[in-house]
């Protein structure tokens, strides 16, 4: 079974930081893309960005400039820095390790708000 152990959510004011944190094993890790989605009740699951096994990046437009997706190989981890963060962030944040559409796997979600 396949684990992804997230980390890091809170409660921030507007214009604040949080940095999320994701582990899994090391099999997984390094073949896989790591991302980071977010979820607000009534939509659907959107992408805030991916970075794949070498360290290519993609990021969703609305947080370009202000989040950043960083993966540690030593430690198994990928990690998403969020800076002048905004209430329209609020929302909770899924880790995802993506292999194939068979190898697709979830974390349980952090939640993070944001308001003052």
């Known amino acids: 079974q396949v684990q992804l152990v997230e980390s890091g959510g809170g409660l921030v004011q507007p214009g604040g930081s949080l940095r999320l944190s994701c582990t899994t094993s090391?099999?997984?890790?390094?073949?896989?893309?790591m991302g980071w989605f977010r979820q607000t009740p009534g939509k659907q699951r959107e992408l805030v960005a991916r970075?794949?096994?070498?360290?290519?990046?993609v990021y969703a437009e609305s947080v370009k400039g202000r989040f950043v997706i960083s993966r540690d190989n030593a430690k198994n981890t990928v990690y998403l820095q969020m800076n002048r963060l905004k209430p329209e962030d609020t929302a909770v944040y899924y880790c995802?390790?993506?292999?194939?559409?068979?190898?697709?796997?979830w974390g349980q979600g952090t939640q993070v708000t944001v308001s003052s």
């Open positions: 090391g099999s997984i890790f390094r073949l896989y893309a």
């Open positions: 995802n390790a993506y292999g194939s559409a068979m190898n697709d796997y």
């Open positions: 970075v794949g096994p070498s360290g290519s990046t």
